[in-house]
T-cell receptor, first 116, second 109 residues
Framework: GAVVSQHPSRVICKSGTSVKIECRSL??????MFWYRQFPKQSLMLMAT?????????EQGVEKDKFLINHASLTLSTLTVTSAHPEDSSFYIC????????????FGPGTRLTVL | DAKTTQPPSMDCAEGRAANLPCNHS???????VYWYRQIHSQGPQYIIH???NNETNEMASLIITEDRKSSTLILPHATLRDTAVYYC??????????FGDGTTLTVKP
């Protein structure tokens, strides 16, 4: 149980285009989903927290207009990188939590974004 | 969220127990200790979590000191596939987590 999927697993795009990444909790309902970014040889950096049906909460320094997050249902959240630039190239990882006293996060496999 | 401190790297012989320490001296009473691991180019994998009692599952054991200021993750019989970066984090039921640099565990034949 507690499986989270991400699609696509890797994407290459041209500078200036937008890219959408999907995160799905396959066998549980996720009250909260998180989006992380990870650069090579670095740790995960939290970008934003999203709750179903409400606006995402972004971490300091993360542009909400550039990284659009939609959490339309309890099993799906999307991250859209708008007008991507080479510096946005990174490993994007989502996680989902079902809530409760011990809010375990289950992570997706990640999406490798390369912006040319 | 409380910060955690982990050694940057550790080695372990295959078949031996791997003991990974974590300090979380500023942990609050309602914060859980979580352990995840990340194998290269994959998403982190949940291992185990606990509040104040020691915990064991099919993957590992978690030993939390009585004052809760530190914990140890134990992989009882490490295999080569256990080579990964291990993250110790603490968080409340709000779920938001801050990942440190973790410990790179290398299991050697």
């Amino acid at each position: 149980g507690a499986v989270v999927s991400q699609h696509p697993s890797r994407v290459i795009c041209k500078s200036g285009t937008s890219v959408k990444i999907e995160c799905r909790s396959l066998d549980f309902q996720a009250t909260t989903m998180f989006w992380y970014r990870q650069f090579p040889k670095q740790s995960l950096m939290l970008m934003a927290t999203s709750n179903e049906g409400s606006k995402a909460t972004y971490e300091q320094g993360v542009e909400k207009d550039k990284f659009l997050i939609n959490h339309a249902s309890l099993t799906l959240s999307t991250l859209t990188v708008t007008s991507a630039h080479p510096e946005d190239s990174s490993f994007y990882i989502c996680s989902a939590a079902s809530g409760g006293d011990a809010d375990t996060q289950y992570f997706g496999p990640g999406t490798r974004l390369t912006v040319l | 969220d409380a910060k955690t401190t982990q050694p940057p790297s550790m080695d372990c012989a295959e078949g031996r127990a791997a003991n990974l320490p974590c300090n979380h001296s500023t942990i609050s009473g309602n914060e859980y200790v979580y352990w995840y691991r990340q194998i290269h180019s994959q998403g982190p994998q949940y291992i185990i979590h606990g509040l104040k009692n020691n915990e064991t599952n099919e993957m590992a054991s978690l030993i939390i000191t009585e004052d809760r200021k530190s914990s140890t993750l134990i992989l009882p019989h490490a295999t080569l596939r256990d080579t990964a970066v291990y993250y110790c984090i603490v968080n409340t039921n709000a779920g938001k987590s801050t990942f440190g640099d973790g410990t790179t565990l290398t299991v050697k034949p």
